[in-house]
């Protein structure tokens, strides 16, 4: 769920989560190196939750989002989730700074 609020948000700044790249170039990529949920209260199947997105903080390479899950006003659980800003190559993730536009756009939800 928390990668699912994060792939919207992205959509919603319109950040591609795999952005189409020229021929000769690497796409980048988010993958995640960390992932944490704290559960505060019971969620029940079916249940209608709200998930609450934001930038918690912007690294180098990296971004951590903070994730809020209620239910009416009832906080169900609170999660972290860090990204890594990196070039998809065909040896595998390279990790590289955050693009200056990308990172005024992170700035925004701060
Ligand atoms: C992502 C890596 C290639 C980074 O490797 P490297 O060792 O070079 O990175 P650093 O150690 O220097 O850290 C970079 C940056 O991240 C911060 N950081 C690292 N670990 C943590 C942590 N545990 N908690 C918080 N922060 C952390 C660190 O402080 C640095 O921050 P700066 O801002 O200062 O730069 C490498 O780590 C790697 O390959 N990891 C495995 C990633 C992975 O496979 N994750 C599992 C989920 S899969 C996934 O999400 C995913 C994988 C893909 O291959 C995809 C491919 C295409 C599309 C999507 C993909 C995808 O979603």
Known sequence: MMESAEHEMLRSMGISVFPKSAP?????SWPRVSASCDYLSAAQ????LRI????????NSSVTYRFKFTRD???VAEGSLTVVCCLLTPKGLSKTPIPAELRELFQKHL
């Open 73 to 75: 006003e009832v906080v």
């Open 45 to 48: 199947f079916e249940d209608l």
């Open 24 to 28: 000769n170039e690497h796409p980048l």
């Open 52 to 59: 609450d997105v934001h930038v918690a903080q912007i690294g």
